[in-house]
């Protein structure tokens, strides 16, 4: 079965699907993305995503292609005519088409769309098998990370060399030594005292979805959770670490640069979200949502 894409109003076979040479995502890198988990046909997390999306785009100022519901129609439609049960779908807004120049057109352009939808594996039952290496990279990204342009060059050569190193991730270090994030997901650690951290939400990283709805999770879990950020030394010194992403759920990292973490097995808290996350994303935990 050919995949089928939508772009700019019409649902095409990928074979067919294209965009002009002029569009600014093409010449520019102007525009945002999204990713979106599909569980058993749903959409994980999609009001998270969305409401990311329309930030990302406010920031760089460019208009909504089509209101939020129709969107939601689009993507849904996108899902079922590839026929992903389990898996992503991706969805591009650039700018839009116009003669190659760096300021915005004028007057304005349609901005583009593109949705497509991919299967993948899903997400396994437990986080045993799950856990990845890293390695470490100094952040050479732009100042704005916080908005999830499509302009990833840096993430591309950061993930390039982790697995030209054997490893699936890449862990981004500040000019301080801080450790600021992935080069595609959050970077989460239970510090040598117990303490459950993730660096706070600023233009350093982006505001991961799944990070989002990991906290929103933690309320009556009795789990000591801090937003404060951590320096390269206290990651190599936790219990447990782990990553957040819209496709690497609850991740367990377990060595960084060909040292364990911890005992270098995933650790009881890491286990414990796991099946935190996996039970709101299939709709099974039992009291109330976030």
Same mark, same amino acid.
């Given at each position: 079965?050919?995949?089928?894409?939508?772009?700019?109003?019409?649902?095409?076979?990928?074979?067919?699907?294209?965009?002009?040479?002029?569009?600014?995502?093409?010449?520019?890198?102007?525009?945002?993305?999204?990713?979106?988990?599909?569980?058993?046909?749903?959409?994980?997390?999609?009001?998270?995503?969305?409401?990311? /999306?329309?930030?990302?785009?406010?920031?760089?100022? $460019?208009? &909504?292609?089509? *209101? +939020? @519901? %129709? =969107?939601?129609?689009? #993507?849904?439609?996108?899902?079922?005519?590839?026929?992903?049960?389990?898996?992503?779908?991706?969805?591009?807004?650039?700018?839009?088409?116009?003669?190659?120049?760096?300021?915005?057109?004028?007057?304005?352009?349609?901005?583009?769309?593109?949705?497509?939808?991919?299967?993948?594996?899903?997400?396994?039952?437990?986080?045993?098998?799950?856990?990845?290496?890293?390695?470490?990279?100094?952040?050479?990204?732009?100042?704005?990370?916080?908005?999830?342009?499509?302009?990833?060059?840096?993430?591309?050569?950061?993930?390039?060399?982790?697995?030209?190193?054997?490893?699936?991730?890449?862990?981004?270090?500040?000019?301080?030594?801080?450790?600021?994030?992935?080069?595609?997901?959050?970077?989460?650690?239970?510090?040598?005292?117990?303490? /459950?951290?993730?660096?706070?939400?600023?233009?350093? $990283?982006? &505001?991961?979805? *799944? +990070? @989002? %709805? =990991?906290?929103?999770? #933690?309320?009556?879990?009795?789990?000591?959770?801090?937003?404060?950020?951590?320096?390269?030394?206290?990651?190599?010194?936790?219990?447990?670490?782990?990553?957040?992403?819209?496709?690497?759920?609850?991740?367990?990292?377990?060595?960084?640069?060909?040292?364990?973490?911890?005992?270098?097995?995933?650790?009881?808290?890491?286990?414990?979200?796991?099946?935190?996350?996996?039970?709101?994303?299939?709709?099974?935990?039992?009291?109330?949502?976030?």
């Amino acid at each position: 079965m050919s995949r089928i894409a939508y772009v700019n109003g019409h649902y095409l076979p990928h074979r067919e699907a294209a965009v002009s040479i002029e569009d600014r995502g093409y010449q520019f890198a102007d525009g945002v993305y999204e990713v979106i988990p599909v569980l058993a046909g749903r959409l994980i997390d999609e009001g998270l995503h969305l409401d990311r /999306l329309a930030r990302s785009l406010g920031e760089i100022r $460019i208009a &909504p292609p089509m *209101t +939020r @519901a %129709a =969107l939601g129609v689009v #993507l849904r439609e996108v899902v079922r005519r590839n026929r992903v049960a389990d898996g992503m779908v991706y969805l591009q807004v650039t700018r839009g088409v116009a003669r190659r120049e760096h300021p915005f057109p004028l007057p304005d352009v349609k901005p583009a769309l593109v949705v497509t939808a991919r299967r993948g594996a899903r997400v396994p039952d437990a986080p045993d098998g799950w856990g990845i290496a890293a390695i470490t990279r100094p952040d050479e990204r732009w100042a704005r990370c916080d908005i999830k342009t499509i302009g990833l060059l840096p993430n591309v050569l950061a993930r390039q060399a982790a697995r030209e190193q054997g490893a699936y991730e890449a862990v981004l270090i500040d000019g301080a030594g801080n450790v600021t994030e992935g080069a595609a997901a959050n970077v989460w650690i239970v510090d040598a005292a117990g303490v /459950l951290r993730t660096r706070a939400l600023g233009p350093a $990283i982006l &505001p991961g979805c *799944t +990070r @989002a %709805a =990991l906290i929103g999770l #933690l309320g009556g879990e009795n789990i000591v959770f801090e937003e404060r950020g951590f320096s390269l030394d206290d990651l190599r010194a936790a219990r447990e670490a782990f990553l957040t992403s819209a496709t690497s759920f609850v991740r367990p990292l377990l060595r960084l640069d060909g040292a364990p973490i911890g005992d270098g097995e995933v650790g009881p808290v890491t286990r414990r979200l796991f099946a935190l996350l996996a039970a709101h994303a299939a709709g099974t935990r039992n009291h109330a949502e976030p």
